[in-house]
């Protein structure tokens, strides 16, 4: 059975694969910013017989996040689920001053991956998964204006970005570790009836009031991330995006290698990582 780190699973996708990959044997490390809200879904699990242990961390500050990665190290780790994620509708910046988005759904799990990179390599079937979507498509990825100073701010535009990031980090990553240990594996769960971007209006907000009867419910959405951390590891797809089980092309953009290549030299500079993977 294997030790996993679940970020963002204290709603939606991350706390219904926390429910299935304890419930199936896992030894699950559930990650939640807020402390309240942790401790009643890891009593709910605790209650049911599962051996679960919680993590708190605001991803919206790096050094929260170094300290996370630390503490998670140390009882050693099997996968990776970098699950946690939101939107925002207005401009906000994180504690070290990025764009929100990409730094809570983009900059944070690289970090925490980078970090814990060598805890997943001594792993017998070590991996890392990245939760993705299908706005990746919209994304620009303007590395000039990444932190939204200049112009209109738009949030759909924001997260958009964060997601085709997330996509260029998933293959670059999975190249420079020349197919790994661990595998990299990005998973798009569908249009999924969970919390997210449902604390302010915006664009989520309208479409979750319109759509919320036909979209997937979390249980679904979620057994893509679930497979891949619970199946094998699939070590020669490494890099792949994943849709309903299957290996998709992601879009031009986000298979693009000057794009990788210069997002890369980008998120090692502003993380402080120096050709961190050679
Ligand atoms: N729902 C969809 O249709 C859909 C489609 C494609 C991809 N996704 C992706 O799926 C992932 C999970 O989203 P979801 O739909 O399950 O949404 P959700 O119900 O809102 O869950 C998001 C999780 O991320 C956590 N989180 C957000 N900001 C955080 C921060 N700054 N620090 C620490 N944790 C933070 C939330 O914590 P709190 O409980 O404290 O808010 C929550 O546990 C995201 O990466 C999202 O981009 C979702």
């Known amino acids: ?22 419930e199936l044997g ?4 559930l990650h939640g910013r807020n402390e309240a809200r942790l401790a009643e879904v890891l009593e709910e699990l605790t209650r049911a017989g599962h051996a679960v242990s919680g993590e708190v961390a605001d991803l919206a500050d790096l050094d929260q996040v170094e300290a996370l990665a630390e503490r998670v190290a140390a009882g050693g780790l099997d996968v990776l689920m970098n699950n946690a994620g939101g939107y925002q509708p207005r401009r906000k910046s994180t504690v070290q001053g990025h764009e ?26 070590g991996r890392v998964i990245m939760v ?12 000039k204006n990444i932190k ?4 209109r701010y738009h949030g759909y535009g924001a997260y958009a970005d964060s997601k085709l990031a997330g996509l260029l980090f998933t293959r670059e990553l999975a190249e420079r570790l020349g197919g790994g240990p661990p595998a990299v594996h990005a998973v798009e769960p569908g249009i999924v009836s969970t919390g997210f971007g ?7 907000q309208r479409l979750y009031n319109v759509g919320r009867f036909i979209m997937r419910s979390p249980e679904k959405g979620a057994r893509g991330q679930i497979e891949l951390a619970d199946g094998p590891a699939r070590l020669g797809q490494s890099g792949s995006y994943w849709v309903d089980g ?11 290698p000057k794009m990788a290549a210069n997002l890369w030299a980008y998120t090692c500079a502003v993380l402080g990582l120096d050709l961190w993977v050679d």
């Open 148 to 151: 939204r100073t200049e112009g």
């Open 26 to 29: 896992h030894d699950v490390v």
């Open 100 to 125: 929100w988005s990409f730094g809570v759904n983009y900059l944070a799990p690289v970090l925490l991956t980078r970090r814990l990179i060598p805890t997943l390599q001594e792993a017998d079937a």
């Open 1 to 22: 059975m294997s030790r996993i780190l679940i970020t963002g699973a204290t709603s939606g996708l991350g706390l219904a694969s926390a429910r299935k990959l304890a």
């Open 132 to 143: 993705a979507s299908r706005t990746h498509k919209e994304g620009r990825l303007d590395l």
């Open 246 to 256: 299957k290996v998709k092309t992601p879009s031009k953009r986000a298979r693009d």
């Open 198 to 204: 449902q604390d302010e209006p915006g664009f989520f």
